[in-house]
């Protein structure tokens, strides 16, 4: 079992940045693929970014493309994701997941993530 736990959410105005954080216990993240996924109040589930067990590879939905970075930090059992340019759109829940099934790029697939965390609001004002 992977517990995780995402912090770092907040209310920013348009335009700003914030960083989230998702730590995970019970389980070393380097055996998964982690993503992070996002779900605006009335809208479903969205992903939103996913990284290789090693870091070297990520991925990204158009809508975030060069403006959000995800990383990851297998040593600490820490994902991150690093939020610049936020619109109001970006204002939704956001998840971290660990992908233990199989799989392939970008990894967008909700169903394939094993384990989620409770998720951490973002509210972006305009």
């Known amino acids: 079992q992977v517990q995780l736990v995402e912090s770092g959410g907040g209310l920013v105005q348009a335009g700003g940045s914030l960083r989230l954080s998702c730590a995970a216990s019970?389980?070393?993240?380097?055996?998964?693929?982690m993503g992070w996924f996002r779900q605006a109040p009335g809208k479903e589930r969205e992903f939103v970014a996913a990284i290789s067990r090693g870091g070297h590879s990520t991925y990204y939905a158009d809508s975030v493309k060069g403006r959000f970075s995800i990383s990851r930090d297998n040593a600490k059992n820490t994902v991150y994701l690093q939020m610049n340019s936020l619109k109001s759109e970006d204002t939704a829940v956001y998840s971290c997941?660990?992908?233990?099934?199989?799989?392939?790029?970008?990894?967008?697939?909700?169903?394939?993530?094993?384990?989620w965390g409770q998720g951490t609001q973002v509210t972006v004002s305009s």
């Open positions: 997941a660990a992908h233990g099934s199989p799989g392939v790029p970008p990894y967008s697939n909700a169903l394939r993530y094993n384990y």
């Open positions: 019970g389980r070393t993240i380097s055996n998964y693929i």
